[in-house]
Structure formats: structure tokens, C-alpha cells
């Protein structure tokens, strides 16, 4: 797929991941579009790239999707290509029930239900464009549950399994569909993580490398092993990971 011309819009692109894919497309020559929560951040995001537009949507309302899809058409009708990247991630632990419950479902609506509705509102619009696309930015914790995480995990596993149905339903259409599964990364989202990670910028360039190799399946960095590894020895792998990550967090609290 080409990398410039394109409209692209990027949801949750004022920070982290978001940012760094709106500056790599921007910078690439694209018309780029960014939304989130937080008029602040937006702000901040455009004073670094001056042209990027911006949108104020809180994505777990439906009614915002809803006008967000009205404005999409008449102010940028050659929108190509939607980043699904906003998403939301709490530590969580079955002692305490309620709080991970309560947990769960923002973690449902925000990384699975809203980007999955955002998607079909976004279809016919899409469809209309020559080169058209969707970019679904999952976690290499689709392999193997990050048990500390567990709504996190379970709402990444959800929209991993739907972004494979969307592409194969949409595979004789021109609207091809991108997943991408990230490592550790620089971020705030994980910022109590105290482990090796990706920057950005990095991950970034590799996913607009990606995508203009029509790679529609992106493990990055250590999550290409960890997809190989996963499949070799689950339960081994399982318990390795839940060891590791429940004490790094012990040892940092
Ligand atoms: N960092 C990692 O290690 C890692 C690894 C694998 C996958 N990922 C995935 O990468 C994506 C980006 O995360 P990140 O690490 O860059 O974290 P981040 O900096 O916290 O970015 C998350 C973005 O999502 C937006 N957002 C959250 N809820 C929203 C809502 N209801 N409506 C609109 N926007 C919303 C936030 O903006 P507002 O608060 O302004 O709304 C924020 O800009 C996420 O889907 C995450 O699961 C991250």
C-alpha cells in the first residue's frame, strides 16, 4: 500500500503510540487526523505538527461514534485509512473482584466494542476510496494472556479474533485489513512495566514500513518470538510469563 496521500485517521493519536504513527504519516505527506479524549493533549499534538486536524470523540460513546462517522463524510470524504489504536490497560487481580469487573467492561467497550463499531460505521466510506484500509493496533499479549492484565488481555484477544474475520469476510473487497502486535512500549499505558521496551518512534516506522509491504500480520520486535514460542509451549510459556510479570510488579510496588 502507498504511504503518502493517504487520509488518515487515528484514534487515540495526541500520545504514546498514537503520536509517533500521527508524525511518521505526517511527515510522509499524508492528511492526517487525530482523536481523542483531552482537548490538552490535542492541542499539544498539533502545536508539534502543525495541519494536523483534530477531533475531541470520547470513542466509548456510541452517540460520539455516531457523529463522528457524520463528520468523517462531509469535512474529509477521502478518508482511506483508519488506525484503531486508542485503548486503555488496568492491572487487575481475581482478589479483588469488583474492581477488576469494573475494569473489564471499560477495557471491553474501549479496546473491542468501540474500535469494532468505529470499523462498520466507517465501511462504506472506506469502500469508496481506491486503496483503502484498517489498522488495528492489538499487543503481542494476544499470544499469551498477560495475567496480570486480565481484561486488558481478554478485550485484546477479542479484537484480535474480530480483525481476523473482518479480513477474511473483506479479502475479495479492496479494503485490506492490518494487525499489529506490539512488544513493551515506551508509553504511559505501561509505564509501571519495568521491562525492556520499544520506542515510539521506532515501532512507528516499523508499522509504516509494514503496511507499504502490505504485511498484514505484524508481530514486532520480541513479539516474533514470542508468537513462535507460545505455539512450541503454552503452558510452559503461561507460566513463565505470570512468574515474571507478578514479580516484577511485586518488586516495584
Ligand atoms: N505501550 C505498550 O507497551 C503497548 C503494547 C502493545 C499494545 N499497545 C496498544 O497501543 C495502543 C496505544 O497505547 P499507548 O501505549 O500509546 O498508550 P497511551 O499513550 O496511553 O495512548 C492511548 C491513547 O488512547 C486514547 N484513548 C483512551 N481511551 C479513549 C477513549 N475512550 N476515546 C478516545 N481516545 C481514547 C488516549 O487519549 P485520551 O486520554 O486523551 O482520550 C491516548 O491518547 C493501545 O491500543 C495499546 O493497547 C501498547
Redesign the pocket.
Given at each position: 500500500m502507498k504511504i503518502s496521500g493517504n487520509t488518515v485517521l487515528i484514534?487515540?493519536?495526541?500520545?504514546?503510540?498514537?503520536l509517533a504513527l500521527a508524525g511518521a504519516f505526517y511527515r510522509e505527506k499524508n492528511t492526517v487526523i487525530i482523536?481523542?479524549?483531552?482537548q490538552d493533549?490535542l492541542a499539544q499534538a498539533q502545536k508539534r505538527y502543525p495541519g494536523l486536524h483534530t477531533l475531541q470523540?470520547?470513542?466509548?460513546s456510541e452517540q460520539q461514534r455516531l457523529e463522528l462517522a457524520e463528520t468523517l463524510t462531509t469535512e474529509f470524504p477521502g478518508l482511506n485509512l483508519l488506525v484503531n489504536?486508542?485503548?486503555?490497560?488496568y492491572f487487575g487481580d481475581a482478589q479483588q473482584p469488583t474492581e477488576l469487573f469494573k475494569h473489564a467492561c471499560i477495557e471491553i467497550d474501549?479496546?473491542y466494542l468501540?474500535p469494532l463499531h468505529l470499523s462498520l460505521l466507517l465501511l462504506p466510506q472506506l469502500r469508496q476510496q481506491p486503496s483503502p484500509a484498517i489498522v488495528n493496533?492489538?499487543?503481542?499479549?494476544v499470544y499469551l494472556p498477560l495475567t496480570i492484565m486480565p481484561g486488558?488481555s481478554a478485550s485484546?484477544a477479542a479484537f484480535s479474533s474480530i480483525t481476523h474475520v473482518l479480513r477474511q469476510q473483506l479479502a475479495n473487497t479492496p479494503l485490506k485489513v492490518f494487525e499489529v502486535l506490539?512488544?513493551?512500549?515506551d508509553?504511559?499505558?505501561?509505564s509501571r512495566?519495568k521491562v525492556q521496551?520499544l520506542q515510539?518512534d521506532l515501532l512507528a516506522q516499523k508499522i509504516v514500513s509494514g503496511i507499504k509491504k502490505n504485511h498484514y500480520d505484524m508481530p514486532l520486535g520480541s513479539a516474533r518470538a514470542l508468537k513462535w514460542l507460545a505455539r512450541l509451549a503454552p503452558t510452559f510459556c503461561e507460566g513463565i510469563l505470570h512468574r515474571q510479570m507478578t514479580k516484577m510488579l511485586n518488586d516495584h510496588q
Open positions: 484514534t487515540g493519536g495526541a500520545s504514546g503510540i498514537g482523536l481523542g479524549r483531552s493533549k470523540v470520547d470513542i466509548t489504536n486508542a485503548g486503555v490497560a474501549t479496546n468501540a493496533i492489538t499487543t503481542a499479549g486488558y485484546k506490539p512488544p513493551a512500549v508509553t504511559q499505558l505501561v512495566f521496551k515510539p
